[in-house]
């Protein structure tokens, strides 16, 4: 690790950074003995410690997307459309129900057609983390 000051800091405080290699830059200000023979001056150079964060969380999401790819654990297209193909009919067939539940009671043609009911899912599938073999928790809400 190097110490570096941090100018995107107003306070120039001092932070930690990973040691990257240094790099030469020819300045073309310096020239030795008039021969026109340029000095390389070694420059080091630090990230914003947020972005170097930011880098990192990128990079660790990308190897466990990649990891969890290799092994088979991420759903494929296809069964994606199939769980949101299942959600969706569900959603139709609760909405058949609580009409046909609207109608049964005698409510009035304006709140049967205005009835609704809605399909909410939870667990693994609704927190978006589920895996080929997780199930579909899925809750019905309804008047």
Known sequence: MARVIDHNDPSGRVVLVP????????????LHNNHHHQVLVSVRFALNPAVEARIELEKSISLQQAFMNDEGLVPSREEELRRNN??????????????????????????????????????????????????????????
């Open 86 to 143: 299942v959600i969706r009919k569900l959603k139709e067939i609760v909405i058949k129900w609580i009409k046909r539940v609207a109608y049964r009671r005698w409510l009035p043609q304006n709140q049967i057609r205005a009835a609704s009911a809605t399909i909410l899912t939870y667990g693994s599938y609704g927190l978006g983390v589920h895996n080929v073999e997780s199930d579909i928790d899925a809750l019905c809400v309804g008047p």
């Open 19 to 30: 040691n990257y290699a240094s790099l030469n830059f020819v300045n073309p200000n310096f």
